[in-house]
C-alpha cells in the first residue's frame, strides 16, 4: 500500500526539511499542514488551517482517509513555559481527533520534542541527557504531548515515536528557532558594518559544550523511527554525533564569512539588533538579494536564549545507533553547508 504522510507544521525548519526528504525519498504522497499553506507539487499538497480551531482543522482533514504516518512538527511560540502547554497540547488534540477516525490505515504518529524533555532550557541539567531520565517539574509542553499520545495509543492500531533534537539547523524563513539564520544574518550585517565578529553570549556558553541537529539527518531519523520496529512506542535523541564549544566554532564560520574574530561581547540580540530593519532592507538592495522581511531572518530571541547557555547542553545519542540509525554529520561542514546554500539561494550576502 502506498504510504501516505501527513506533515504537521510543513512550514517550519523542521517540517519543511522533513518535506524535502520524503520528497526525496520517492514513495510518499505528501500532505503538508500550516496556516500559511504553500505551493503543491507532483509529491506535495498543502493545506492550510487553523490547528488552534478545533472544528476547522476536523472539516479540512476529514477527506485524509489515506493517511498512514502522522509527522507532527507544528509548534507555537509564546513568551513562558507555561503558556506553551495550552496551545501546543491543543493543535496535537486536534489533529489526532480529526485524523483517527477517517484514517483507517493509520500505522504511525511521530512527534517531534527536545532537549526541554530534560529541562535543558532551565539551567544545568544531567549530562549527557538519556531518553530515559527521569522527568522534571512540570510545566513541559512535550512532556504532555507526549503522555497524550501514550494513552491514546493504548487503545490504537498505531505506534508512536518521539524525537529530541538539540538546536536543529536548517533553511527556513519565518522561523522563530533558527539558529542558523540567526548565525548567517549577523555575520553578514557585520562585514556589511566593516565590525569584527563577536560572540554575543554569556562568557560561560564560548566554552560549554554543545551540539547540533542537521535538519536533513533529523528527517532521515524521524522517518527512519516511524517506518522500523524499533522505532515503536520509543523516544530518541538524535544528535549530528559530534561536540563542540563556540570558541573553537566562531573562528570557523568567521572564516566562511571572511571576517576577524574579536573578543566575545555579551549582548542581548533582541535589543541590539532591533534597530537593524534599514539596514537589512538595504542589504537586500544592495546585494540583489530575495526581499525577505526583516522580521523573517530575525530569531533573535532564539539567539539569547541558546547563547545563553553557560553549561554543557548535551544528550547520549547511543540509543539510536543500538537501534539500527548510523548516520551521522560533521558539524562544522553542516554550518558551512548551509550559509553556503543561503548564499545561493541569495537570502543573505555572496561575500
Ligand atoms: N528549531 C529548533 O532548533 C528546535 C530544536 C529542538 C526541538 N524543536 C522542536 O521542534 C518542533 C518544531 O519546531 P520548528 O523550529 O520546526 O518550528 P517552526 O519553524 O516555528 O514551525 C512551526 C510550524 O507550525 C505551523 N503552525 C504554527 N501554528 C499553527 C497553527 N495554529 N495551525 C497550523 N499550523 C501552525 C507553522 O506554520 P504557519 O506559521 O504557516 O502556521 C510551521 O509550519 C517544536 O516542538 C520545537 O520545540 C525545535
Known sequence: MQQTALVVGARGVIGGNLIAH???????????????????????????????????????????????????????????????????????????????????????????????VYGAHLGPFATPAREDDPPHMPPEFNVDQQQFLERRQATANWSWSALRPSVVAGVGLGNPMNLAMV?????SMSKELGIPFRFPGKPGAYSSLIEMTDADLL????????????????????TNGDLFRWSSMWPKIARFFDLEV??????????????????????VAKHDLVETPYEDVSSWRFGDFVFGWDYDVIADGSKSRRAGFHEYVDTEAMFLRIFQDLRDRRLIPAG
Request: aromatic residues 8%; without cysteine; glycine residues 6%.
Open 262 to 283: 574579536a573578543p566575545p561581547l555579551p549582548m542581548n540580540l533582541t535589543e541590539v539588533m532591533a534597530d537593524k530593519a534599514d539596514l537589512w532592507n538595504s542589504m
Open 183 to 187: 548565525i548567517a544574518v549577523y555575520a
Open 22 to 116: 520524503l520528497e526525496h525519498e520517492g514513495d510518499w504522497k505528501i500532505i503538508g499542514l500550516s496556516r500559511r499553506g504553500g505551493d503543491d507539487t507532483a509529491a506535495v499538497r498543502h493545506i492550510a488551517v487553523d490547528l488552534l480551531d478545533r472544528d476547522d482543522t476536523a472539516s479540512r482533514l476529514a477527506g485524509l482517509t489515506d493517511v498512514t504516518h502522522v509527522f507532527y512538527a507544528a509548534y507555537q511560540d509564546r513568551s513562558s513555559w507555561a503558556e506553551l502547554v495550552g496551545p501546543n497540547l491543543a493543535m496535537l488534540t486536534n489533529v489526532v481527533d480529526a485524523i483517527e477516525p477517517v484514517a483507517p490505515h493509520l500505522e504511525h504518529i511521530s512527534l517531534m520534542q527536545g532537549y526541554k
Open 219 to 238: 528527517a532521515k531519523a524521524t522517518v527512519w523511527a516511524a517506518t522500523s520496529p524499533e522505532g515503536r512506542n520509543q523516544a530518541y535523541n538524535i
